[in-house]
Nanobody, 111 residues
Framework: QVQLVESGGGLVQAGGSLRLSCAAS????????MSWYRQTPGKQRELVVG???????IYADSVKGRFTISRDSAKNTVYLQMNSLKPEDTAVYYC?????WGQGTQVTVSS
């Protein structure tokens, strides 16, 4: 069993930055498999950053160059550094270690 707890969300002005954290407890075999998704009301959950089939990190086109994932294996924690935030980045952000999900953290970017 794996539990994922996100933190770091909040309200920020456009152009600002936030860093999300996802702390995992339980057995994590490969921290590189932890990924970030986001969801807005009425829309499907979408991948923000994850691991592709070849093992490389994949970012959604909408966040490339602005968001960066990092991992601390010793802490079983992954981070999502979000810079140059835009109002369209407003969403609930979830971390995932398939098939497990965190509870989500709200990010709101004001214009």
């Amino acid at each position: 069993q794996v539990q994922l707890v996100e933190s770091g969300g909040g309200l920020v002005q456009a152009g600002g930055s936030l860093r999300l954290s996802c702390a995992a407890s339980g057995t994590i075999f490969n921290i590189n498999r932890m990924s970030w998704y986001r969801q807005t009301p009425g829309k499907q959950r979408e991948l923000v950053v994850g691991i592709g089939s070849g093992g490389s990190t994949i970012y959604a086109d909408s966040v490339k160059g602005r968001f960066t994932i990092s991992r601390d294996s010793a802490k079983n924690t992954v981070y999502l550094q979000m810079n140059s935030l835009k109002p369209e980045d407003t969403a609930v952000y979830y971390c995932s270690y398939w098939p497990y999900w965190g509870q989500g953290t709200q990010v709101t970017v004001s214009s």
